[in-house]
């Protein structure tokens, strides 16, 4: 709604958004055996990635609430630069 005066349409609903990042959630839950121990590490993209990455570190909770008595994740945050000023220099690093 703050938008709302600012944009035309929607270009992907908020609801389409959060569906889509439980159903990643749960497809990483399904490809590891958590409660036989494994972990798995992720990485988020600073600084666009946050809102995104929050949300599926808190759906995979959820999941592994139901079969682990710890949470198998570690995670770290990385930047990727590849614009001098305003342009690209096609050459991304991370930081």
């Known amino acids: 709604e703050h938008y709302a005066a600012d944009l035309c349409h929607t270009l992907i609903p908020h609801g389409f958004i959060q569906s ?4 990643v959630a749960a497809d ?4 590891y055996d958590f409660g036989a121990g494994e972990k798995v590490h992720m ?3 600073l600084k666009g990635g946050h809102e995104f990455f929050s949300d599926l570190i808190t759906y995979l909770k959820r999941y592994l609430v139901l079969g682990c008595k710890h949470v198998p994740i570690a995670f770290d945050f ?5 614009y001098q000023g305003t342009e690209s ?3 991304p690093t991370v930081e």
């Not at 889509?20 to 159903?23: D, I, S």
């Not at 990385?78 to 590849?82: A, F, P, T």
């Open 20 to 23: 889509r990042t439980q159903k």
């Open 28 to 31: 990483i839950f399904k490809a």
């Open 43 to 45: 990485l988020c993209v």
């Open 78 to 82: 990385i930047r990727v630069k590849s």
């Open 89 to 91: 220099n096609c050459k």
